[in-house]
Every structure is written in structure tokens, then in C-alpha cells.
């Protein structure tokens, strides 16, 4: 596993515990007297971010909620980040070539097909319930990893990047689902406003501009204009990530030399006195600063822009999203609510359906002979990491909230339903994972 590999998974782990307290925070909010009026009051505040009569935060004219624009501005700059890391993997990563990506891939592919023939199965024939059959698709990649992280050094690298690649396969999945599915009426104008600005950064990568500025001012009109066009705007972060560069002008030759030639010609410190400071003459001050310009130029806008969005990402973007979209009322739901319709085909479908896909897909593939296990696993081990997958969170509220958010009471109710049984469905799979991860996995 490389540095960059290993700086990944360790920022999915450390996001992953703020993402939990931020569930409970919301779920305690949603359920204590007095507070759990304003926690949900609270996400129906109008956004205003206005220059004269224009708001930028508006659908068709009307203001967006504080809820919506977590779920709808927030989110796109989350999926910016799932696709600039899906557009890595494939570049330079785990999906960059058909042995690596292989398993992976045909592992997602049925972890993300059985879950919805399980929810199809479980919940009634109803147009409104069946609207979440995608709800139990998605991997949560920090929850998972997080998992995998209690047991530090006995989990064999190579598991480790098979979950990593799954789940990241599992959100392009989840972002096709979404912009196949989850499409309102169309607006024409707003469509076509769109596509030119897709035109515009396509444009710009051909002419060779690195600005990463360029492009996020470009996306976040495109953002304005696939939100009044009826396709989610969430798409527009893919979109825009899709169009930022991998390459760079010159070459990574090209700086490496400059940056060679332009050490040579820093003054020789005694090192026998560490604590001396050097005076730099203005040429030599030039000297560094050339060498800070090639190196920053050495990193692609693609790879500079997904390291700079982590942070945001992982302890502002998905906190939030949690916490805004976790809180399901308890007191409105009776116990056998969790044993029947939308509760329990989306909890079946993360418990059992992912299971069932990711492994039986994957021991299909192997048996064939087209891949082999993840290098150091055993089938026992392959299978427990297999239950870890059944932990959705992240794309799995999302897709709730797109399924039942805007049907008014029975969407409501469906809505909790969902959200509980994706609660449910996670803390299930990631408590058996545990057990049988302790189980299976070498004990040193």
C-alpha cells in the first residue's frame, strides 16, 4: 500500500468516529422533549445568499430550506470529492488496471443488485414504498474502514483495499442510480444553461487550464443551473470533478529538473550547528520560492484539489449531513414498524443483501478463475469483510431522503421508516462483522 493509500484510509477512519457522535447527537435531539421541536424546526429555515432579487440558494423562485441545502448544495461538494477520488482509483489507484479492479468491481456489482431484489421482496407493492428500492445500494466507506481500523495490523492490506475499492465502485453505482432515477420535470432552459457550462471546462481542459479556481467558479453556477433544470444538482460535483485535470502542463520531468537544479544552488549549512540561521541573500530567497512553484506545479489540480477537500469533507460536510438527517423521531414509530415494510426490506437488504452479493458474486468470480482473493485473506476472512459492507450510511440517508422527501405525511413516515432501518441495518452488520472479523482474522 502507498503513502497516498495509507493517508486515505487513516482520514476514512478518523472521520468515521466525529460521523458517529454526530448520529447520536442527532438522534438524541430528535428524541428528547423541548429540544426535538427546534432539531427539527431547525432544518426548515429558508437560505438566502442574495445580490439584489437574485438568490442564489432558490428552486424555481422560492428559497431553499437549511435542510436542502445540506442535502442539495452541501452534498454536491461531497460527490465533487467521490469523483474526483472514483476519477484517482481509475487513473492511478486501485481501479487502474482489470487486476486490481476486477474483484472489487464484480463484488459491488452484486452487493449493490441483491440488496434491491431483498427490498423488492420484502416491502409491499406499494408505487410509494418501492420508490427506495436504491436505499440499501451503497457501502459507507468511513464506517466500514473505521471497522477494519479496531483491528489495526491483522487485517491483511489487501482486504483493507478491496473494502476501499468496493465502496468507492459502490458510490459511482449510487451516482448513477441517482442521476438515472432521481430526475424531476425537466427545464430545458436551465438544462441547456447547464450543458454550456460543461462546455466551458471541457473547453478549458483542452486549452490546458490548471486553475482549480477556474473550474470550481464554473461548477457552482453549473450547481444553480442543474438545480432549477429537474437533474439533481448533486450531479454537478461529479461533473465538475470529472473535468478537473490530471495532467499537468509540462510534465513531471520538467519540475523535477528545475527543482534538482534549483537545489544545488542552496549555500551548504555546517550541520555540526543545526541551531545556525542562515542569512539568504535575494537570489537565494528567488531560488526557494522556484523551488515551492515547481513543486506545487508537480501536483496534479485533480490531486491537490481531492487533498484540500478532506477536511471539509470528513469533519464539516458529512457531520453536518448526519446530524441534519439522522434524527429519526422513535416516539412515532411502533415496535412492529421495524419488523415490517420500508424498516425491514432496507434492513434485510444491508444486512443480508449485501452480504449475499458482495461474497456469492465475488466466490462465482474467483471459482471461474477470472480473479484471485486479496492477497494474505482466507474465504473466512473475505466473508466477514464481506458483512462489514452491509454498513451504509452516507449515500443510503441520501437516497431516502430522495425517495420519500416531498410525498408529505406518508412521505414522512416512509422517510423515518428508511432512515431507521439504515440505522438498524448498519449497527447490525457492523456489530457481526466484528465478532466474526475476531474470529477469522489472524491474531497477530
Known sequence: MNYSSLSKLKSHINSSVVLIFFTIL???????PYVKEWYFSLWQLPMSLSVGEFNFFSHSGHAITLGQMINDFLMAIFFL???????????????????????????ACGGMLIPVVIFYLVCPADAAMQRGLAIPMATDIAFSLGILAVFKSRVPVGLKMFLAALAVADDLGGIIVIALFYTSNINMFYLGLSALCVAIMVIGNLFN?????????????????????????????????????ATLVKGTGHYLERIRENVSKIPVVDF??????????????????????AADKMISPLQDLEDNLHTLINYIVIPL???????????????????????????????????????????????????????????????????????????SMFIADLSYAGLGAEGSALLGQAKLGVLLGSVISAVIGCVLLNKTLPKS
Open 272 to 293: 555540526g550547528n543545526l541551531h545556525k540561521t542562515v542569512v539568504l541573500t535575494n537570489d537565494q530567497i528567488h531560488t526557494l520560492k522556484s523551488i515551492e512553484s
Open 26 to 32: 442527532a438522534l438524541v435531539c430528535a428524541n428528547t
Open 209 to 245: 487550464m490548471r486553475r482549480k479556481g477556474f473550474y470550481i467558479s464554473v461548477g457552482l453556477v453549473l450547481w444553480y443551473f442543474m438545480l432549477n433544470s429537474g437533474i439533481h444538482s448533486t450531479i454537478a460535483g461529479v461533473i465538475v470533478a470529472f473535468c478537473v485535470p
Open 81 to 107: 470529492s467521490v469523483g474526483l477520488e472514483i476519477k484517482r482509483e481509475i487513473k492511478v489507484g486501485e481501479l487502474s488496471s482489470m487486476d486490481k479492479a476486477l474483484l472489487p468491481i464484480i463484488g
Open 321 to 395: 449531513f448526519a446530524f441534519a438527517n439522522a434524527g429519526v423521531d422513535l416516539s412515532a414509530m411502533s415496535l412492529g414498524s421495524v419488523f415490517s415494510g420500508v424498516s425491514l426490506a432496507v434492513m434485510l437488504g444491508l444486512v443480508v443483501g449485501k452480504f449475499l452479493g458482495v461474497f456469492s458474486f465475488s466466490w462465482v468470480a474467483v471459482k471461474l478463475g477470472f480473479v484471485s482473493l486479496p492477497a494474505g485473506s482466507s474465504w473466512r476472512a473475505f466473508a466477514s469483510v464481506c458483512v462489514v459492507c452491509g454498513i451504509g450510511f452516507t449515500v
